[in-house]
């Protein structure tokens, strides 16, 4: 989609991504097949919003060897799908399917449920129930996302963009509550969403899918708004009190030094990375894919830094994605 999602200039509300219970237990399909049987087909279909980065999605499914359809007809869905049930060579598939459709859009909800009911094509073949992945951001990241790629909304027409972000995600609500999997995409970017999406559907460190961003700040700026867990460092010694410690930040080495020599760090960073490694299996477990953890000091010059970086280290040390960023570090 040649989007750039997640861009710090665009406030995003907290990442969300649910799966629904009564449909799934898990956002993986399984691949099976043995013998003489047809293998699995995996029917993934994507929706959503335009702007939420179902191109990058797609893009990442054809990576994974899904074959895949841009924008087909809603009406052909169904014998699109009883074709793939019967095919050897076409295992996994995904298709998108939005706004685009226009009117017909509307007839999509009935369709899906006839293809989640619909019976074996033949004795022997296994048939997979489809995938429905709803892709959705923030009215913020979108409206950002539009402005930097100056393309038109679909629905908006004349009339103001956010009227038509407003009137697509009135449309298109029968269809997300449908929905096996929900992705908010306010503050992934496009490699973000890749990787995701790969580690999810290819079965490569599912458990490890959460994407953690540690960053640092000061409080004399405010508090990041997309912060989810937010921790004070401002407990221990300031360097910014030692002239010479002034101009530098926490990744100096004399800098880190100094506030490692106090046994109160040390305890702090050791209790943070304990108390994470309990959360981050049961965020996963709730469906969540990006958590934002800020650590703020006096300026976000030098103690938070320290401690975000420290932080993050230690969970990839357990495995965990991480990125590192410093708000207030140039400041």
Do not use: W
């Not at 990442?15 to 013998?35: C, F, I, N, T």
């Not at 191109?55 to 009883?82: H, M, R, T």
């Not at 290819?202 to 490890?208: M, T, V």
């Not at 040390?266 to 108390?275: H, P, Q, V």
């Amino acid at each position: 989609m040649g989007l750039t999602m997640g861009n710090s200039a665009a406030p995003a509300t907290p990442q969300k991504l649910r799966k629904a219970s009564r449909r799934r237990p898990s956002p993986v399909v399984p691949e099976r097949g043995d013998g003489g049987r047809l293998p699995e087909t995996d029917l993934v279909i994507l929706t959503g919003m335009s702007g939420s980065g179902k191109g990058s999605v797609l893009k990442a499914f054809e990576d994974l060897g899904y074959y895949c359809v841009d924008n087909l007809p809603v009406d052909l869905i169904p014998k699109f799908a009883e074709l793939c049930r019967g095919s050897r060579e076409m295992r996994r598939v995904a298709l998108v399917v939005d706004i685009r459709e226009g009117t017909a859009l509307k007839r999509f909800p009935a369709l899906y449920r006839r293809i989640q009911g619909a019976k074996q094509p033949r004795p022997g073949s296994v048939v997979s129930r489809p995938l429905l992945i709803f892709l959705q951001a923030s009215d913020e990241a979108l409206l950002h996302r539009f402005s930097e790629t100056r393309r038109p909304h679909p629905l908006a027409g004349g009339r103001p963009l956010r009227e038509g972000i407003a009137a697509e995600r009135k449309l298109l609500a029968p269809i997300r509550d449908l929905a096996d999997l929900v992705i908010d995409t306010s503050r992934f970017n496009v490699h973000d969403l890749r990787r995701y999406i790969a580690e999810h559907f290819s079965g490569a460190a599912a458990d490890r899918s959460l994407v953690i961003s540690c960053g640092s700040f000061g409080y004399r700026y405010g508090v990041p708004p997309d912060s989810d867990l937010v921790f004070d460092v401002r407990f221990l010694p300031n360097p910014n009190y030692i002239p010479r410690f002034q101009p530098l930040t926490g990744k100096h080495p004399a800098v880190a030094k100094y506030i490692r020599s106090f046994p109160q760090t040390e305890e702090f960073t050791r209790r943070i990375s304990d108390l994470l490694a309990y959360l981050l299996p049961h965020y996963i477990r709730e469906g969540k894919s990006y958590l934002t953890i800020s650590f703020g000091c006096t300026g976000g010059r030098h103690r938070s830094v320290l401690i975000a970086e420290t932080i993050a280290k230690n969970l990839e040390k357990r495995g965990y994605h991480t990125q590192v960023g410093h708000r207030d570090v140039g400041k």
